[in-house]
């Protein structure tokens, strides 16, 4: 886990720095190669830009302030039993879900406003027997990840069109090269290709809500 570190509010960071509310910590190498291109996130972090790719609530940082956001993490959040009256999850995420949380507080977030609590703490461990197949999985980033952006922005933008196809396309570059960069070459590999696969499939056969 990076580390994050209090700063001054007139604080100007560095290409390889994220900084957000007095905070900052080093930047992952994809958002600063996407810095670096210009297809950084525009937005803060906990909302979606109209291309999609933004940044979690992961890069919240610890202040103990609660932030305004519309998208929360599956695994850190609570809702009032009153709300699946009326919002119930997906069914196009049937099974193992990728991305049915984003999906599913992105519409609840129309209807009013959901706030993250930087003071709340807790532990959420992932069972990796659940996951999918790295190929799957790979698929799965770009088909389900398409399907959250355009149920988000229906009709986006050409120009946001093509800086998601752009940046999907280059975290697809960014796999293959960990085939030669991590030890885990099998992985890298197979995700790469379940994202090619998953992008050209979408030219042909795109999810439909």
Do not use: C
Not at 49 to 56: I, N
Not at 88 to 94: A, D, L, M, R
Not at 124 to 129: I, K, L, M, R
């Amino acid at each position: 886990m990076k580390r994050v570190e209090k700063t001054t509010e007139d604080y100007v960071p560095k290409i390889h720095e994220f900084y957000y509310d007095g905070w900052k910590k080093a930047d992952g190498s994809r958002f600063v190669l996407r810095k670096r291109l210009g297809l950084d996130s525009n937005v803060k972090p906990g909302f979606l830009p109209e291309f999609s790719h933004g940044r979690s609530i992961g890069f919240i940082p610890p202040s103990g302030k609660i932030y305004e956001v519309e998208q929360l993490m599956g695994g850190v959040s609570s809702f009032r039993k009153s709300v699946f009256t009326s919002f119930q999850f997906s069914t196009y995420f049937k099974g193992y879900g990728l991305y049915e949380d984003a999906d599913f507080t992105l519409r609840l977030s129309k209807t009013g406003k959901l706030y993250i609590n930087t003071n709340a703490r807790l532990s959420h461990y992932h069972d990796p027997s659940g996951r999918p197949n790295q190929y799957r999985y790979g698929k799965m980033v770009v088909r389900n990840g398409w399907y959250v952006w355009r149920i988000k922005n229906e009709k986006p933008t050409l120009n946001a069109r093509i800086k998601w196809h752009s940046i999907t396309l280059l975290l697809t570059v960014i796999r293959f090269i960990n085939i030669f960069t991590t030890t885990k070459r099998e992985e890298a590999f197979t995700e790469a290709l379940g994202r090619t696969v998953g992008w050209f499939s979408l030219f042909f056969r795109k999810p439909k809500p």
